[in-house]
């Protein structure tokens, strides 16, 4: 019988990005835990340090615009190529912008899009390099959402670029499958993370519970999402590429 693979990372190094804050932070807590060696990518470098300071597991830290998108490629490649060989990619860096389709721009969608998708199959295109990946394996996730899947009022552009993630993915796993390279999605639903709670604040309690109705078991943590991409990163789940997975309280199934 062909030995069993490892339950955790082993050591294996990992890219995350948006690893300053929110669902990016949670994650690379995670899977450090669970044995992970990290790179971590983010914007803001003093909360990339506090990212940092929470584990002990061998790190890389490197402050990085992803808006910048021509330097993508050219600072990270070396920082990779560092480190030896590359086992993953989590892309957990997003932003978004609600309005309704009347008062969206073209350049505000591009934004979007730009960070939220492009930015992470330039990072893509970077860790699966031959130079750079672990030969004969390799994972890369994408933090998609629910939005990708169903409509939501003031989210149509937000909206498109998720569910261009969810697209690619399926591509690239195709793709990618001949060096069994694994690729895959999360689409969470609403996750409370700074960025929403500053959101919630702005919202009546009438606003609050009508979200908060559309998830059947409550609004998620970043810490849920964690858990979620610690079962599908690591070498464990090798017969797993090309799904969207959905961890978003029962929203969709309503």
Not at 27 to 33: A, F, Q, T
Not at 153 to 177: D, I
Not at 182 to 189: E, F, Y
Request: proline share 4%.
């Amino acid at each position: 019988m062909p030995e069993a693979p490892s339950c955790d990372f082993g050591g294996r190094w990992v890219v995350v990005s948006g690893a300053s804050s929110g669902i990016g932070r949670a994650l690379s807590i995670e899977l450090s835990r669970q044995g992970a060696r990290l790179i971590l990518l983010g914007r803001d470098p003093e909360r990339l340090a506090a990212t940092a300071s929470r584990f002990s597991t061998d790190c890389k830290t490197l402050c990085l615009d992803l808006r910048q998108s021509a330097e993508i490629a050219a600072r990270v490649t070396p920082l990779c190529q560092s480190a030896g060989r590359i086992y993953g990619l989590c892309h957990a860096a997003g932003v978004v912008e609600t309005r309704p389709l009347a008062s969206s721009t073209p350049e505000g969608i591009q934004a979007m899009m730009g960070v939220n998708l492009l930015a992470g199959l330039a990072l893509a295109r970077v860790v699966s390099r031959r130079d750079v990946m672990t030969e004969g394996e390799g994972s890369l996730l994408f933090i998609s959402s629910v939005y990708g899947r169903v409509g939501k009022a003031g989210q149509v552009g937000y909206s498109a670029t998720k569910g261009a993630v969810s697209a690619a993915v399926r591509s690239m796993a195709l793709e990618m499958a001949r060096r069994k390279i694994r690729v895959n999605a999360l689409s969470p639903g609403l996750v409370r993370t700074e960025m929403t709670e500053k959101a919630f604040a702005l919202l009546s309690q009438a606003q609050v519970e009508e979200i908060e109705k559309a998830h059947p078991l409550g609004t998620g943590t970043p810490e849920d999402v964690a858990r979620a991409a610690a079962f599908l990163l690591p070498p464990l789940s090798r017969w797993i590429t090309g799904i969207d997975l959905v961890i978003d309280g029962g929203c969709t199934a309503l």
